[in-house]
């Protein structure tokens, strides 16, 4: 199976997400969202690899990571928009304890390499994608969106697990992603 680690979101945070984009609905065809069930922040991909390898694969990463500090705390706060040639997409971005969510997403790929894992090596974005821009799209939209995404804050939450996730394809719907492993990055704060 093909397999993503990844950080997602409690639900909460999602429900504010998706409240939030709620305020601007877009006219039809102006923008491809992200389906609910694939909100995510990737850290790095893998190839095709067994059910049993996945199962070693969390082992290692629980193993290895240390716990015993609480987790990262951040929220999504602003916007980002289309800031890079060619990057037709808008997102959310991470505030908060960022640098620690960045080092985690470093310390990853390094301990799932030392096991002889093959690492798609692309850097993580500390941002999660809520959909492209079309060429069909409009400014006064597209101004509307982002003027109601500068001034949205989600709540604050835990960074408390990353998620081995696989992708799940239906017949009725979009690309979704179902959870094969969760494995506990720190302590929860109470």
């Given at each position: ?30 923008f491809v969202r992200v389906a609910r069930n694939s909100l995510m922040l990737p850290v790095f ?79 993580f974005q500390p941002r999660m994608t809520l959909g492209s821009v079309t060429p069909t799209t ?53």
């Open positions: 199976m093909l397999v993503t680690v990844a950080l997602i979101p409690p639900e909460h945070v999602l429900d504010d997400v998706e409240t939030a984009l709620g305020r601007s609905p877009a006219p039809p065809g102006e991909g893998l190839g095709n690899i067994t059910r049993p390898m996945v199962t070693s694969l969390a082992h290692y990463i629980h193993e290895e990571l240390d716990t015993s500090e609480p987790s990262p705390r951040v929220r999504f706060s602003g916007v980002w928009a289309i800031e890079e040639e060619g990057d037709p997409t808008i997102g959310l971005p991470l505030v908060g304890e960022v640098e620690r969510v960045e080092d985690l997403a470093r310390r990853l790929p390094r301990i799932v390499a030392t096991h002889g894992f093959f690492v798609d090596r692309r850097r409009s400014l006064s939209w597209l101004e509307r969106l982002v003027g109601d995404l500068e001034g949205h804050a989600s709540p604050i939450w835990s960074v408390s697990e990353v998620v081995l996730l696989r992708p799940r394809f239906d017949d009725d719907g979009p690309e979704a992603w179902e959870v094969v492993e969760t494995i506990s990055t720190g302590i929860d704060p109470v």
